[in-house]
């Protein structure tokens, strides 16, 4: 699925698994930052207990780090080796 609210916060996957909402935002910059979570946080406020504790953002970035506590860049051709 994909999430966009009234206030047109946005969040490109939405994965659901056993009751809990991954989001996932999928950027084409190599670096995302701060302003590129701001659906991944507009998501988590809206539903607070039905979201996954982390939230992702894939880009081609050369390697993974947080933007926050619990948000992260992952590469989008990240492999077991990479992480």
């Known amino acids: 699925y ?3 609210s009234h206030g047109g916060a946005k969040v490109d996957l939405v994965i ?3 009751g809990v909402l991954f989001p996932i935002e999928i950027k084409a910059a190599s670096h995302p930052n701060g302003h590129d979570a701001r659906g991944l946080i507009a ?3 809206t539903y607070p207990k ?3 504790p982390l939230g992702i953002i894939v880009a081609p970035a050369e ?3 947080a933007l926050s506590t619990d948000i992260w860049v992952v ?3 990240a ?3 990479q992480a």
Do not use: G, I, N, T
């Open 2 to 4: 994909h999430w966009r």
């Open 16 to 18: 659901e698994r056993d």
């Open 43 to 45: 998501f988590r406020a």
């Open 50 to 52: 039905l979201v996954s």
């Open 63 to 65: 390697a993974a780090y």
């Open 75 to 77: 590469p989008w051709d």
């Open 79 to 81: 492999s077991a080796d």
